[in-house]
């Protein structure tokens, strides 16, 4: 929905609301215009950007007259509904008051989680990837775990993973804020962390990386290479650095000269900035090191870059290519769940009844597998007797 469709059917939705609670002389003396606005008409669409504008002026602004009485009702004979609620948080995340007139948020100020519709509010906004390659969906995010096979497979031979494990949560939510609850969620089940996980891009970190290697498990999957947004110069990939021991050697053969810890009071995330001294000044990679404006070169890195950069260093090797093949198969899985059992689009509204229609896919799918591993080995066997028979 655009926002002037959220707030004038949240308004819609709360007005018949109020009046199965509330007797016709209770009500307000604008109850009668905000009826017929928002029950008995529908927005054209047809008019202008300005009208409509103003159209979302006018919305929030008999919003807040709605809320401002309602808060004025005693709360002995008047407790507000599901509807009314939703009303006031919609109102809050997509205006602010300004000289008692309600002023829409810009478009930068309002938060991904805001309801998007107020037949499913639990449904929030989504974006991934810039440019042409953008996706952008209203809805919910789905994280799928599945078993993986070593040996190769046959010819015509149905494959012997399964899933064990798919996570349904909010859409705004991060991809690595879904693994936790995936690990969260198979630890409810008795399952363990998995020895070698394989994964992709956006679940592996130099945290991870350290997290799994102190589990003494593998976590298996190409790291992000460092930002190229400083006008070309050398990135951190250029650097051989050794965190542990608090020394770097730059792309010039020259070691720090200083290292400073760095910890994030807020969330106790540590980093370290090394930097290099007057051996920048003669340099003949300084152009292509440091800015004009900088005396020096400074680099800032995570206690844990160690493990980041020795993956960077891995996955472009042959060797970690054939590894990753491994996790090819969840892509499969991945495209047999949307075609077969339609999971890119909910069925029902709400977060538990999705997450629920999303567990009957995965075990349709699994049962299934089952199935057609039980008749390919039944056929191996009856193929395996028929030539013992025959000699």
């Known amino acids: 929905m655009s926002r002037l469709d959220c707030v004038r059917e949240s308004l819609r939705l709360a007005l018949p609301e109020l009046e199965g609670m509330v007797g016709p002389e209770a009500r307000p003396v604008f109850w009668l215009e905000l009826w017929e606005r928002y029950v008995e008409s529908q927005t054209d669409y047809r008019a202008g950007s300005e009208a ?25 004979h008047f407790t507000p509904g599901a509807q009314l609620t939703l009303l006031e948080r919609v109102f809050g995340e997509q205006f ?24 499913d509010p639990e449904a929030t906004y989504a974006v991934k990837g810039e440019g042409k390659k953008k996706k952008e969906h209203v809805g919910y995010k789905v994280q799928v775990a599945e078993t993986v096979t070593q040996a190769e497979l046959g010819p015509g031979e149905p494959t012997s993973n399964f899933i064990t494990g798919i996570v349904t949560h909010a859409a705004h939510q991060s991809d690595p804020a879904g693994a936790e609850k995936m690990e969260a969620e198979q630890a409810e089940m008795g399952l363990e962390k998995p020895p070698v996980q394989y994964v992709d891009a956006a679940y592996v970190s130099a945290e991870k990386l350290a997290g799994a290697q102190a589990e003494g498990r593998q976590l298996i999957g190409p790291a992000l290479c460092a930002p190229h947004n400083n006008g070309g110069r050398f990135t951190a990939e250029s650097f051989d650095i050794e965190v542990e021991q608090r020394r770097a050697l730059c792309p010039a053969g020259k070691l ?20 290099w001294g ?10 292509q090191c440091i800015g004009p404006d900088q005396s020096h070169r400074t680099l800032v890195v995570g206690e844990h870059h160690t493990v980041l950069q020795a993956r960077r260093k891995e996955q472009k090797t042959e060797a970690f290519a054939k590894e990753m093949k491994h996790r090819n198969g969840i892509e499969g899985t991945q495209s047999e769940l949307v075609r077969a059992h339609g999971i890119r689009r909910a069925r029902y509204r709400g977060l538990a009844k999705v997450r629920l229609q999303n567990y009957f896919a995965a075990a349709a799918c699994n049962v299934k597998r089952w199935i057609n591993r039980k008749v ?10 028929a030539v013992g028979t025959a000699h």
């Open 376 to 385: 390919w080995n039944l056929k191996q066997a009856s193929s395996v007797a």
């Open 96 to 119: 602010e008051m300004s000289q008692s007139q309600a002023a829409p948020k810009n478009k930068g100020e309002l938060s991904s989680d805001r309801v998007q519709n107020p037949h």
């Open 278 to 287: 007057q051996d920048c000044q003669q340099c003949p990679l300084r152009a």
């Open 256 to 275: 720090n000269t200083q290292c400073s810890r760095l910890e994030n009071q807020t969330t106790g995330q540590v980093s370290y900035r090394l930097e």
């Open 52 to 76: 409509l504008a103003r159209k979302l002026v006018e919305a929030g602004t008999d919003t807040a007259r709605l809320l401002e009485w309602a808060r004025g009702q005693s709360r002995d």
